[in-house]
């Protein structure tokens, strides 16, 4: 049973261009978390997403971030106009249900977002 | 928003040395979760606690949380090289969507 899968590992991004993160989650999870992390930091919460829903994007920029998962392929999360800041690490964690008691999270190996 | 206070942020070691850890809130949490994160990988999930006072053991790893649902410890008993790695603390919120609040992390380093 494969893991969360996250792509690309690594993207390179110049100022102002697109960038378009991918998280596959775990076989049977339709739950799905967005977190941030910069350097020598912990993660961050970003926005949890339900098949079609979004269900709390507390964590979110306003401007510039959405993130999208459909009920057919991976959760988007989608960074426009990038700026040298969004450098950083952004991991997808997907779970069977609402993570709770017995229910936990589990990560993907993150994807490596540098602005140049 | 929330935070987490860990400390101590990096701990250098001699294999075979116990280590401990801990983290600390301004707020309540129902569940407390110890993560270990690698260069270049996700956080991989060590230990979960859900009841205050609860003291639970994985291997050479136990953890603690706290009575007052505040704070919690992680010990590594017997260290080897293969522990090292960044220590996370995380309190899940009593929101909708659960989600994690992250202390800082924890750099351990064991010497041979």
């Known amino acids: 049973n494969a893991g969360v899968m996250q792509n690309p590992r690594h993207l390179v991004r110049r100022r102002g261009q697109e960038a378009r993160l991918r998280c596959s989650p775990m076989?049977?999870?339709?739950?799905v978390y967005w977190y941030r992390q910069l350097p020598e930091e912990g993660l961050k919460f970003m926005v949890y997403?339900?098949?079609?829903?979004?269900?709390?994007e507390s964590g979110m920029p306003k401007e510039r971030f959405s993130a999208e998962f459909p009920k057919e392929g991976p959760s988007i999360l989608r960074i426009q106009q990038v700026v040298r800041g969004d450098s950083a690490a952004y991991f997808c964690?997907?779970?069977?249900?609402?993570?709770?008691?017995?229910?936990?999270?589990?990560f993907g190996q993150g994807t490596r977002l540098t602005v140049v | 928003g929330q935070q987490l206070n860990q400390s101590p942020q990096s701990m250098f070691i001699q294999e075979g040395e116990d280590v401990s850890m801990n983290c600390t809130s301004s707020?309540?949490?129902?569940?407390w979760l110890w993560y270990k994160q690698d260069p270049g990988e996700g956080p991989v999930l060590l230990i979960a606690?859900?009841?205050?006072?609860e003291l639970t053991s994985n291997g050479r790893l136990t953890a603690q949380f706290g009575i007052t649902r505040k704070d919690s410890f992680l010990n590594i008993s017997a260290s080897i090289p293969s522990d090292v790695g960044i220590y996370f603390c995380?309190?899940?919120?009593?929101?909708?969507?659960?989600?994690?609040?992250f202390g800082k992390g924890t750099k351990l380093t064991v010497n041979p």
């Open positions: 995380a309190g899940q919120e009593v929101t909708l969507s659960e989600k994690l609040v």
């Open positions: 606690l859900y009841k205050a006072g």
């Open positions: 997403l339900q098949k079609e829903n979004i269900i709390d």
């Open positions: 964690a997907s779970s069977p249900r609402r993570t709770g008691k017995n229910t936990e999270a589990f």
């Open positions: 076989k049977g999870h339709s739950h």
């Open positions: 707020s309540i949490f129902n569940t």
